[in-house]
């Protein structure tokens, strides 16, 4: 008995210990309104194309909303389509385990990063990094507080995550120069090789 009231105790102890100080996705707010460029089912390329997204502060809220938001970051996050049988990309409710939003477009303080005092709508253009990998995506901004917590959130999907998706096609690891050098030296091994055989063959011809 004394036992098992000790290892319940532990496990309540660790489980405190581990959630304490951890912010859940459903405790945030959709407070954010984004838009990203792409459109849906459009498909862009990795170190190629680029994304301009934009946001603000839901404008149908008090203009006290944000007070308390201090730093905002833009994520490329993966669709449940590229999700599915990938643990590495699962979404999890707990805000450090979650593996959701895994590219960092832009972190920034909330609203003076581009020199505007106002709260207008802000903007910013991104590249796409070389290594995106394949996949479907949307965009999402996280507000944080001066603690450095997430405390809002709003994205260029629903809350399902199945409308204003666009698709990344992603490196495959093979650049058209190597290709093409690759191609050259084929073939030039095979023009090398034919040589040598005529060469060779005249020889035996003269020595006869």
Same mark, same amino acid.
């Given at each position: 008995m004394a036992s098992s009231l000790l290892f319940i105790t532990s496990l309540l102890v660790g489980l405190v210990g581990c959630c304490y100080g951890s912010v859940l996705f459903s405790s945030l707010n959709r407070t954010l309104v984004v838009h990203a460029s792409p459109k849906q089912g459009d498909v862009l390329r990795a170190g190629e194309n680029k994304i301009t997204v934009?946001?603000?502060l839901n404008q149908s809220l008090p203009a006290s909303t944000d007070d308390d938001y201090a730093k905002v970051k833009l994520k490329l996050c993966y669709a449940p389509v590229s999700q599915k049988d990938r643990a590495w990309r699962k979404t999890e409710n707990e805000m450090k385990r979650d593996k959701t939003c895994q590219f960092t477009i832009l972190a920034t303080p909330y609203y003076d990063s581009f020199g505007?005092?106002?709260?207008s709508r802000q903007s910013f253009e991104w590249a796409i990094e070389r290594d995106v990998p394949t996949a479907t995506y949307f965009v999402r901004a996280?507000?944080? /507080?001066? =603690?450095? !917590?997430?405390?809002?959130?709003?994205q260029t999907t629903d809350g399902n995550k199945a409308s204003n998706l666009f698709d990344v096609q992603g490196i495959n690891g093979r650049h058209v120069s190597? /290709?093409? =050098?690759? !191609?050259?030296?084929?073939?030039f091994s095979?023009?090398?090789?034919?040589?040598?055989?005529?060469n060779e063959k005249r020889k035996k011809a003269r020595a006869s």
């Open positions: 934009t946001w603000n505007n005092a106002d709260k996280y507000a944080y /507080d001066s =603690a450095g !917590a997430e405390v809002a959130y709003g190597l /290709d093409t =050098a690759a !191609a050259t030296f084929s073939a095979v023009l090398t090789l034919v040589g040598f055989f005529f």
